[in-house]
């Protein structure tokens, strides 16, 4: 069975907990995540004749900013934690002494 979808309710709901003058970007390609900034909200019937609401990012060069942040790739359990590496003692020139 597929997964239940997110209504626009259920947006509203989770937008409605946000800062409302922040931007709004998606997220996307958990195997390679970059974030995009959403211009335009298109409502449409879909193959079954349900309709849909799309959420799309712009079509100009500016539309894809980067990288996402990797705290948000986690946050999406898109990527594991990143720990640093072990600190390990420095060899000096003559060797470990």
Same mark, same amino acid.
């Given at each position: +069975?597929?997964?239940?979808? +997110?209504? /626009? @309710?259920?947006?509203?709901? $989770?937008? #409605? !907990?946000?800062?409302?003058?922040?931007?709004? =970007? @998606? !997220?996307?390609?958990?195997?390679?995540? +970059?974030?995009? %900034? $959403? !211009?335009?909200?298109?409502?449409?019937?879909?193959?079954?004749? *349900? +309709?849909? /609401? &799309?959420?799309?990012?712009?079509?100009?060069? &500016? #539309?894809?900013?980067?990288?996402?942040?990797?705290?948000?790739? /986690? *946050?999406?359990?898109?990527? /594991?934690?990143?720990?640093?590496?072990?600190? %390990?003692? =420095?060899?000096?020139?003559?060797?470990?002494?």
């Amino acid at each position: +069975m597929p997964p239940e979808e +997110m209504t /626009v @309710q259920d947006l509203i709901n $989770l937008l #409605s !907990a946000c800062e409302r003058d922040a931007p709004v =970007r @998606q !997220a996307l390609n958990p195997f390679f995540p +970059m974030e995009h %900034r $959403l !211009a335009q909200v298109i409502q449409a019937t879909d193959a079954t004749g *349900k +309709m849909v /609401v &799309y959420l799309a990012e712009g079509g100009d060069e &500016y #539309s894809q900013l980067g990288v996402l942040p990797p705290e948000v790739a /986690v *946050k999406l359990a898109w990527q /594991v934690p990143a720990q640093p590496p072990p600190q %390990r003692p =420095r060899r000096t020139a003559r060797g470990n002494q």
